[in-house]
């Protein structure tokens, strides 16, 4: 009897500790998130950390994967580029959108795209339809300049469990009905046992 075996293998390189301690397998615990839980415990930690996001500088000055670039809006207050997604494999649609300038989204101010435009460009190229695309962001995210993934709802994309992603048109309604609305309510998110944000908020006592 013949068997199929599929393997599905990640390559990253180079890949830091940060990296490595992603893909290991550990508990998890969910944050419940309130914004002064934000203010005291989550934005200092991040102001402390230094995270770089040199390579997503690169790529919107185009020092890096110009050529990968699907679609530009260089408009230096709401412009972004949409290029590959590094887990892109040429099978699935994996895109990333990177805004000129980034911010958080607990914050509420993440830029307001048009996402009409985007999907019509993405299918444009890929020839799947905006029906067949989930479109979201990350809370939290692997890096701080706000981004957006694009993917075809048949890829089992990581990342992209309810705790975590928060589809962009729910973020543009829920900003367009009150602009205070992410400093108003909580948000859910979940935390690896070894990371060093968890362990601010068992210090602070909120896990």
Same mark, same amino acid.
């Given at each position: 009897?013949?068997?199929?075996?599929?393997?599905?293998?990640?390559?990253?390189?180079?890949?830091?500790?940060?990296?490595?301690? %992603?893909?290991?397998?550990?508990?998890?615990?969910?944050?419940?998130?309130?914004?002064?839980?934000?203010? &005291?415990?989550?934005?200092?930690?991040?102001?402390?950390?230094?995270?770089?996001?040199?390579?997503?500088?690169?790529?919107?000055?185009?020092?890096? #994967?110009?050529?990968?670039?699907?679609?530009?809006?260089?408009?230096? +207050?709401? *412009?972004?580029?949409?290029?590959?997604?590094?887990?892109?494999?040429? &099978?699935?649609?994996?895109?990333?959108?990177?805004?000129? %300038?980034?911010?958080?989204?607990?914050?509420? &101010?993440?830029?307001?795209?048009?996402?009409?435009?985007?999907?019509?460009?993405?299918?444009?190229?890929?020839?799947?339809? *905006?029906?067949?695309?989930?479109?979201?962001?990350?809370?939290?995210?692997?890096?701080?300049?706000?981004?957006?993934?694009?993917?075809?709802? *048949?890829?089992?994309?990581?990342? +992209?469990?309810? #705790?975590?992603?928060?589809?962009?048109?729910?973020?543009?309604?829920?900003?367009?009905?009150?602009?205070?609305?992410?400093?108003?309510?909580?948000?859910?998110?979940?935390?690896?046992?070894? #990371?060093?944000?968890? %362990?601010?908020?068992?210090?602070?006592?909120?896990?």
């Amino acid at each position: 009897i013949a068997l199929l075996i599929s393997i599905k293998t990640t390559v990253v390189y180079p890949a830091t500790e940060k990296h490595l301690q %992603k893909y290991l397998r550990q508990e998890v615990h969910l944050i419940r998130e309130t914004w002064e839980d934000y203010k &005291n415990i989550t934005l200092p930690f991040i102001q402390s950390q230094s995270f770089s996001i040199q390579w997503v500088y690169n790529i919107l000055e185009k020092k890096a #994967e110009a050529d990968r670039i699907i679609y530009e809006n260089p408009d230096p +207050s709401n *412009g972004f580029v949409l290029v590959p997604d590094f887990k892109w494999n040429q &099978n699935q649609v994996c895109l990333l959108l990177l805004p000129l %300038k980034g911010s958080c989204l607990s914050e509420g &101010n993440p830029e307001e795209m048009s996402t009409s435009v985007l999907i019509e460009a993405v299918t444009k190229r890929f020839g799947v339809p *905006g029906s067949q695309l989930r479109i979201y962001l990350h809370y939290q995210p692997s890096y701080y300049h706000l981004h957006v993934h694009f993917t075809a709802l *048949g890829y089992d994309a990581p990342g +992209s469990s309810v #705790e975590r992603a928060h589809l962009l048109a729910d973020v543009i309604d829920n900003l367009a009905m009150d602009s205070m609305y992410y400093q108003k309510r909580a948000l859910t998110f979940a935390l690896r046992a070894d #990371e060093l944000l968890l %362990k601010k908020f068992q210090e602070a006592g909120r896990v």
